[in-house]
């Protein structure tokens, strides 16, 4: 089974790169399929034609590979990071399909199935300009899938329904992150689909250690964790308490602090796993907090891509990890998250998960073996 993925792919954003590895990942070891993410020709950052400005990128690849913090000093930092998810995204078979913004209809005969997701795909803001290919407008209708789709937003304004509605209509199976987006695509086209998590969330812990780095920073001593998506959180609550006990703040997009802001995914795994507390208003940042049982304080995102709130309150739902917002959270409960039934609901979530995927792959046989 030939299995294409079409997902947003950004070489700067964690989630969407950890995202995509797990579809991918869950793809091959649970149903035997061939997975390739087929992706527009993006891989160079910053050029934009200079032939100068692609040598630098190209030669910071290769310098990553022997030493970051020279390629620091040689290159700057932004070129650095974006060098370390290329080399980090080895790991998820890619291919360039297409030069153009729309993947061309010839590309159906290739796939024997087609996955829209996950990630925030949906979301009018800032994916508009490729609806034509996350809708999978290009592939026949019995071939279209959407796993843990996001719409990342809470409602569809009236100018945008049409193009929603022409573009959900027609898949062969719908599925969605957030309770949200249930409602969206029940309001839009009137069916009701199933809530799953994010594919993150179907490896285990030792799955994702695999595929961890070592940071940069000294993770041998109890440190806060911190990444904002959205402007930070002006009050220094958290600042003051991590100095009043003793704990470092590893703040991962401070860009003055190079060893934090260059980081790719292998360094994010880590980061997380090795923290003391995790503050962040990153969607993927709790999940994977989660995932490593590790104490978090969720806050609302600030300044930019507002509205979002639904994508971890859904996840905080599942979890029973309602009262980890920041404004419901005294000090003394800080550290202190409760994880007692986190482990039967997670077990409850993946196979929820593997039934919607295995009437796709399997025609549910797997499933009906199992209950006799």
Known sequence: MKVGIVTIVDYTNFGNRLQNYATYYVLKKLFNCETITIAVNNEKAFCNGNTVAWMKEECAKILCNVSPTLAERKFGNNITRWANFIKWSKLIPTKTYYEMNEIPKSVNDQFDFFIAGSDQIWNYQFSSKNFYNYFLRFADNNKKIALSASFGVETIPDEWKQT????????????????????????????????????????????????????????????????????????????????????????????QISELYSAGPGEFISLIKNASLVCSDSFHCIAFSIIFSKPFIVYDRLGKDTGMSSRLDTLLRKFGFEDRWKELLNEEDYLYCDYSLCKERLKEEQLKFYQYMDVIFNGGEKIAKTSR
Request: proline share 4%; net charge negative.
């Open 164 to 255: 929603y509605i022409d573009g959900l209509k027609d898949f062969l199976h719908l599925s969605v992150r957030e309770e949200a987006g249930k409602e969206i695509v029940k309001q839009l086209i009137g069916k009701e689909i199933p809530v799953l998590i994010d594919p993150v969330m179907m490896l285990n812990e030792e799955e994702w250690l695999k595929v961890s780095k070592k940071p940069r920073v000294d993770c041998s001593k109890p440190y806060v964790l911190k990444y904002y998506l959205g402007d930070e959180d002006e009050e220094e609550k958290i600042d003051n308490w991590a100095k009043r006990n003793g704990y470092a703040v590893y703040e991962l997009l401070n860009d």
